[in-house]
């Protein structure tokens, strides 16, 4: 089976966020269940300098705006799977980031550089491509960037491939004027309510949701969620009328990446049966974080964006009731200038108790991970996450609220779930910042005076297979019923 896999970034080539562990991760794991993969991205100035030698393996022309570009071919070291980078300059090779400049300004031609990528994925599954000797079965679509290909393969390419369009984050859909529609190639009859239309704008989104074969989400719940008005950011409506068709599949973990037992930005490794190397790590992200050396001291770990989604905002009123109450707290993040400063001024006003760290660093994150006892993620809708399935994997018991892959990965340590042994975390009983302090005092309270049942909780998560596996294995099956 032949797969192109079409994604605006990849791990470890270019990552803002989850999707690019995704991206890196799952055609790993499809590759190892015989799939013929190829990944599809553009040419971003990181991407040709991580990727290493590249060879043209085409010449590509008529796309939107540009004409013509190259169709360049790696592979990612780690795992051998082949990647076609789009060399367009023009579009591609500037400074700063793959969706917005330095400043964080979203680059204006957005709606070509993406249209581009999406049109190459179409042109490549057609009759068109100019590459005669592989042709995909199935184009597997990610978020608004790629969401033009299914609409492409459809209306002006004909092509006989399946396309899919995996649902990432609903809250982000790429709309723009009604005369990027004429721009990007697109036939006026397409921009309609049946169609890529969505209040008077091209909706990328909307393209992919109403063109593609198959919708899948990134968890169960999600599926479910994005159908309602409070999840579907106003196109619950088409996602209904589809919901018999959206298969949520739950992300896994790069398990080579985030092991505990391996992890070489770690001090001192550790597993499932034997802790010993947490409590060395804890230290020493203490010692390196500038705060107090303590074994005892509760410290709560933060990873993440400070956006309004990921719900940190409800941590800042009680942040300060923790730390008197014995808690140290560690962050690492940036965005809204509002959150990083209210972070920033607790952090300042305790010293040895709360370490915060603005931006993003790689081997802090799994030091974090590692070394806090309790992780915070009281996100207000999550798709899937994967930073609580790094504290689980990391014995590190996640406190969440109830949504989307949150709900689906942990299991809240209620008396009935500790019992049957299944409980590997704490889930808010409400989204509200007493809600969040009440669960975050629950965590506490277990760790100073239950020893015996905090490693019971630390065990069930830790002994989970949190791999690709699975989740391929349903990938997989979802492109065999299309075919």
């Not at 919901?243 to 599949?249: N, R, V």
């Not at 597993?271 to 804890?282: D, F, H, P, R």
């Not at 799994?366 to 014995?395: K, T, W």
Request: charged share 20%; net charge negative; hydrophobic share 40%.
């Amino acid at each position: 089976m032949k797969v192109l896999f079409v994604s605006s970034e990849v791990f470890p080539l270019i990552k803002t966020g989850g999707l690019a562990d995704v991206s890196g991760s799952l055609p790993n794991a499809l590759q190892g269940l015989g799939v013929d993969i190829r990944i599809l991205v553009p040419g971003y100035p990181a991407v040709l300098e991580n990727i290493g030698a590249l060879k043209t393996v085409a010449e590509l022309d008529h796309l939107p705006h540009i004409g013509d570009a190259t169709l360049l071919e790696g592979v990612i070291q780690d795992t051998q799977v082949k990647v076609w980078v789009i060399k367009a300059p023009s579009l591609y090779e500037r400074d700063g980031g793959p969706y917005a400049d330095k400043t964080g300004l979203e680059w204006g031609d957005n709606p070509i550089r993406f249209g581009v990528l999406s049109k190459v994925a179409a042109i490549l599954a057609s009759e068109k491509t100019p590459i005669k000797s592989w042709l995909p079965d199935i184009v597997h679509c990610n978020d608004w960037q790629t969401g033009l290909a299914p609409a492409y393969m459809s209306l002006t390419e004909h092509s006989n491939a399946k396309s899919i369009i995996s649902l990432h984050n609903m809250a982000f859909q790429g709309c723009y004027p009604p005369n990027w529609v004429e721009s990007l190639g697109l036939p006026s009859s397409g921009f309609s309510i049946e169609g890529f239309e969505y209040h008077g704008q091209l909706s990328f989104l909307k393209a992919a949701i109403f063109y593609a074969d198959a919708i899948s989400t990134v968890s169960p719940r999600y599926a479910k969620e994005i159908q309602t008005a409070a999840f579907g950011f106003g196109l619950e409506g088409l996602l209904s009328k589809r919901g018999d068709e959206i298969k949520g599949i739950l992300n896994g973990i790069e398990t080579e990446e985030w092991n505990p037992a391996t992890d070489k930005y770690l001090s001192h490794t550790y597993n499932s049966e034997n802790l010993q190397g947490k409590l060395q790590v804890k230290l020493a992200l203490q010692r390196d974080s500038g705060l107090d050396i303590d074994a005892n001291a509760p410290l709560l770990g933060v990873v993440s964006r400070l956006t309004h989604q990921k719900g940190l905002d409800m941590l800042v009123p009680h942040l300060q009731f923790l730390i008197n109450q014995g808690c140290q707290f560690v962050l690492l993040g940036g965005g809204e200038l509002a959150m990083e400063k209210a972070f920033e001024e607790i952090a300042s006003r305790n010293p040895g108790r709360a370490s915060v760290t603005i931006g993003y660093n790689e081997p802090l994150s799994h030091q974090i991970m590692a070394g806090s006892d309790i992780f915070v993620m009281p996100s207000r809708f999550e798709p899937c996450g994967l930073n609580q399935l790094y504290g689980l994997a990391y014995g590190t018991p996640p406190v969440v609220n109830a949504t989307g892959g949150l709900a689906d990965s942990v299991i809240d340590s209620n008396p009935a779930h500790l019992k049957d042994k299944t409980a590997n975390g704490f889930v808010m009983v409400e989204a509200s910042a007493e809600g969040l302090v009440a669960c975050i005092l629950r965590a506490v309270n277990m760790f100073n005076h239950d020893k015996k049942t905090w490693l019971q909780i630390q065990m069930s998560g830790m002994q989970q297979n949190l791999s690709w596996d699975k989740s391929a294995q349903e990938y997989l099956a979802l492109y065999k019923t299309l075919l």
